[in-house]
Each structure stands twice: as C-alpha cells, then as structure tokens.
C-alpha cells in the first residue's frame, strides 16, 4: 500500500532523517516508535504534506507521489491525527468534520447533507455515542478523539491514516474506546501508522513496530517475535530493566514525613496514610478510584473535610495550595500543559513560577535547579512550548525543586514522556528519595508503580484497599483494585 524510501530531511543544515525506509501494508497497525528527536513526527509530517523530503521517494499503490502541501496528500488518501486537538468547542461535530469543506447549496451551507455525511461516517465506524448536532465541548476527550478521526477520514477517502501519541490525553478507561475503533478501520482495509511512547498499547494493536533513533532507522520487528527489552534495546541501547533504580532498603527510611489519619471529603473516606523520609510510595486503582482526589486532598486543592494530617511532625491539613507549598507539600499534577507550566513564558520563568508566588520562599538560581533535573534546552530564555515533553515535565519538577518540598507528589509523572526521559524522571525522583524527600507516586501504569514503589497502597471507589509489599505482581495490585467496599463503606453509599 505505501513505501517510503531513504527519505532524509534536514533544517537549517542539521540532518533530522538519515535515509528511512518504512512500507505499510493495507489493514496493518504498523507502530513507530523511539525516543523524543528521534524523527517520528518529521517523517509522519513528509508523508502528510505538511514538508517536503530533501531526498527519498514515497510510492502509494504502486504509483510515485510527490506532496507539496498536506490537501495534496489529503486528496491521494493520506490522513493524519496530530496529538493536539484542532476542535472548535463550541460548533458542532458536523461542523468540525467539514470545517473549511462545507458542502454548499445556492450559496448557502448544506447543512442537511453536512449532517447526513458525518451520520453516516459514524456509523461506519460503529460510532453510537455520537451525533452529528453535538457540540464538542460536550463530547468526552476520548469522543473528541472520535471526531478528529472522522474529520480525517471526512476529508477524502482515507487509506492510510496516521495516528500521532492518539491516547496521551486520554484517561485509562477511555483507550479501550481507541482500541476499538483502531481495530475497526484496520478491518476496512486502511492501514494505521501509530505513534506512541506507551510500549503496552503498541504491542496490543500492531502487526510490526518500526524503531527510530537519532533520526535513523534502526530496526523493524514482528510484534509477535518481539518484546518490551526487545524495542527498548533498540530505542536507547539499554535493558528495560535499567529503568528502575535501586529501592530504599528499611534502614535508609527516615521518621514520618506525612500522616492522614481518616481523611475524607465528598471523594474520599477514611484515608490512613504514612510516609517516611526517603521513602517512594505508589498508588494504585482503576480511573475514579480516588487517586488524583487524593493528591488533590493533601495539597488543598480539594481538601479534606475530615481527619487529621501532620508534614514534618507539624499539625497541618491545607484549604489552598498555598498552604500546602508552605507546610511543605509539592504537587507535580497529570496535565502539565494546562497546569503545570505557563507555556508561553521562558524556563527560567517557569522554573520560578512558586518561589515568586508563594511568599515565604527565597528566589534560587535557575542554572542549578536545570542541572539537578537534567533539563535540556537552548538557554534559559527558551519558551517552554518549545521543549519535549520530557523537558517539560522536568521543568515542572524544577519548578517544585525550588520551594525546597519535604513532600513531593506526582500525578501520572511520566504520562506521554518517551522511555529515555522516562528513566531519567525514575532516577531524579530515587536520587530526591535518598536525600530524605518522601515521594507519592499516583500512576495507571502498573510496571512503573512496581519498578519505583517501597510499597504500594491500592485504592477503589475512594478508599485505600490495601498494600502491597515491594515488587509486588500486577494481579495482585488488581485483585485490590476490583475489590469491593468493606460493609460499611457500602452501607454508607446505600445511603
């Protein structure tokens, strides 16, 4: 169906593709993969339209294609679905799938046809949650998904359709919402090239995984005779293994850093908690469990009511944020983009964001908070929309470096990072561990929670269900995690 071959580009005299081959298949789920910079989205963007290749050639059914501009490639059948929505909220579903399309009728929009058109688009892909009236703004990010792929498939007869990173903004129970309608346009014959740094879902749903790195490359694998090393090997030239550093051993744990004593609030009952100096502690649980309630509760952004909590020895249970930064408390939250950093203003400003917010905190030097989390960049006046979101979420954790937190949570801490940057989040946070921070670590993904945790404490439906040792399986981490109410708890709900 496509081949692409020994494409190269460069920008401003610096190579970012050094002769790639890839060939797809019709129906295939072929998966690319590799570290941020290694040149996915370059490629993906050449066969889009949206550059054009220095050198190489791309033949589609048989036949050689040049593309200058992306409805060049739109009209030869290619499709793609950035990371980043381009939704307009407030219209319609039909009217963002023929956005700039519109069919016209003496003079006016068609809007019957423009309606019928996206109706029967949905029902080709079996899409029952959808009508062509809705507004986005009212769709669930997974449904807004949807939409992006059916403007693509809207805008020609699609027949190969890339798919950039399509489940980062996409809560757990939302990607099986992904995995199907994946399944279902690879029945119909269109073949998918999918990116993405999550290695479980790219072994769930491709036939091959291509490997990129440095711009090159570097392998292309038979999922099926693969493994998670296999593609990481390839990927970073070490063993997934080497993701995780070493756990605190018992005597290198500290005096009690945090305490909840039956926290609760309208999410969250009767919370006990402990966590020492030095000590890494996960937490578990299906989406709506309680978990980011959770971080959200010990840093007052929606606090307990009930229950007592003490930072450092000292009584505290903060209303607001700022009192949480002030008794010590740091929150690394799961949307980095919209909560996490002022994308617009520079890292040096980012990195300062609390320190000049919170009264209370001297001003650090910028140049050693970026050295601690090995944050790469231009310069300190880089905007930090221009950073991988590896660098991003590092400069997050610099900013909270700078107000010298005894206590340090995360929300999803490596959510759409790639494996390289991955391991080095893994590392900073051991190495902050052993220098007597105490760290939560709220992830879906259970192979980071077991490869960072001393211990990991389970949640469901708002309440902790249990803990689990170091090193603990994924079976037992989700026999909790199902498990129901103790009776209480289920006669309080009944009520």
């Given at each position: 169906m496509l081949t692409m071959r020994r494409v190269s580009k460069s920008f401003l005299g610096v190579r970012v593709l050094h002769e790639v081959s890839l060939d797809l298949e019709p129906g295939e789920v072929h998966?690319?993969?590799?570290?941020?910079?290694?040149?996915?989205?370059?490629?993906?963007?050449?066969?889009?339209?949206?550059?054009?290749?220095?050198?190489?050639?791309?033949?589609?059914?048989?036949?050689?294609?040049?593309?200058?501009?992306p409805a060049q490639a739109q009209a030869a059948g290619i499709g793609l679905v950035h990371q980043e929505f381009a939704l307009l909220p407030h219209r319609t579903v039909a009217e963002n799938v023929f956005l700039g399309r519109e069919p016209v009728r003496r003079g006016f929009v068609d809007r019957r046809v423009m309606e019928r058109r996206t109706a029967e688009l949905l029902a080709e892909l079996d899409e029952t949650g959808i009508g062509?009236?809705?507004?986005?703004?009212?769709?669930?990010v997974a449904r807004q998904q949807t939409v992006e792929i059916v403007k693509a498939?809207?805008?020609?007869?699609?027949?190969?359709?890339?798919?950039?990173?399509?489940?980062?903004?996409?809560a757990d129970h939302e990607v099986e919402l992904l995995y199907g309608l994946v399944h279902r346009l690879s029945e119909r014959g269109i073949g998918i090239l999918?990116?993405?740094?999550?290695?479980?879902?790219?072994?769930?749903?491709?036939?091959r995984i291509t490997v990129l790195k440095d711009g090159r490359k570097v392998a292309t694998l038979n999922t099926d005779e693969a493994n998670a090393d296999d593609v990481v090997r390839a990927m970073v030239g070490r063993e997934l293994g080497s993701y995780y550093p070493p756990r605190a051993r018992p005597e290198e744990l500290g005096d009690p850093r945090l305490t909840v004593t039956s926290g609760s609030n309208d999410r969250l009952h009767g919370i006990d908690l402990?966590?020492?100096?030095?000590?890494?502690?996960?937490?578990?649980?299906?989406?709506?469990?309680?978990?980011?309630?959770?971080?959200?509760?010990?840093?007052?952004?929606?606090?307990?009511?009930?229950?007592?909590?003490?930072?450092?020895?000292?009584?505290?249970?903060?209303?607001?944020?700022?009192?949480a930064i002030l008794?010590?408390?740091?929150?690394?939250?799961?949307?980095?983009?919209?909560?996490?950093?002022?994308?617009?203003?520079?890292?040096?400003?980012?990195?300062?964001?609390?320190?000049?917010a919170v009264p209370g905190h001297g001003l650090r030097e910028v140049g050693r908070l970026l050295e601690r989390v090995?944050?790469?960049?231009?310069?300190?006046?880089?905007?930090?929309?221009?950073?991988?979101?590896?660098?991003?979420?590092?400069?997050?954790?610099?900013?909270?470096?700078a107000a010298r937190p005894q206590v340090l949570i995360f929300d999803e801490p490596t959510r759409g990072v790639d494996v390289g940057a991955k391991a080095a989040i893994h590392t900073l946070v051991r190495e902050l561990s052993r220098e007597g921070m105490a760290v939560l670590i709220v992830s879906s993904e259970l192979p980071e929670l077991i490869g960072m945790s001393d211990r990991i404490l389970v949640m469901a439906e708002g309440t902790l269900t249990g803990e689990l040792a170091a090193g603990a399986s994924e079976e037992e981490i989700m026999r909790l995690a199902t498990s129901d109410h103790t009776a209480a708890a289920g006669e309080e709900s009944a009520a």
């Open positions: 998966a690319l993969v590799g570290e941020n910079g290694a040149g996915k989205s370059t490629l993906m963007k050449i066969l889009a339209g949206e550059y054009t290749p220095d050198e190489g050639t791309i033949v589609l059914d048989g036949a050689e294609r040049s593309f200058s501009h062509p009236r809705m507004l986005v703004k009212d769709l669930s498939l809207a805008a020609s007869e699609v027949r190969v359709l890339v798919m950039d990173e399509p489940t980062a903004p996409l999918y990116i993405s740094h999550r290695l479980r879902e790219v072994f769930d749903l491709s036939r402990t966590l020492r100096a030095g000590e890494v502690v996960g937490i578990a649980g299906l989406q709506g469990s309680g978990r980011t309630s959770l971080a959200r509760a010990l840093f007052g952004a929606a606090p307990f009511t009930n229950g007592r909590m003490t930072v450092g020895g000292r009584p505290l249970r903060p209303t607001s944020p700022r009192e008794g010590g408390l740091a929150l690394v939250t799961e949307d980095r983009k919209t909560e996490g950093l002022s994308l617009r203003q520079s890292v040096r400003d980012n990195a300062l964001l609390v320190t000049r090995r944050l790469r960049a231009r310069d300190e006046d880089q905007e930090a929309q221009y950073l991988s979101g590896g660098n991003q979420q590092k400069l997050v954790i610099a900013k909270w470096l």
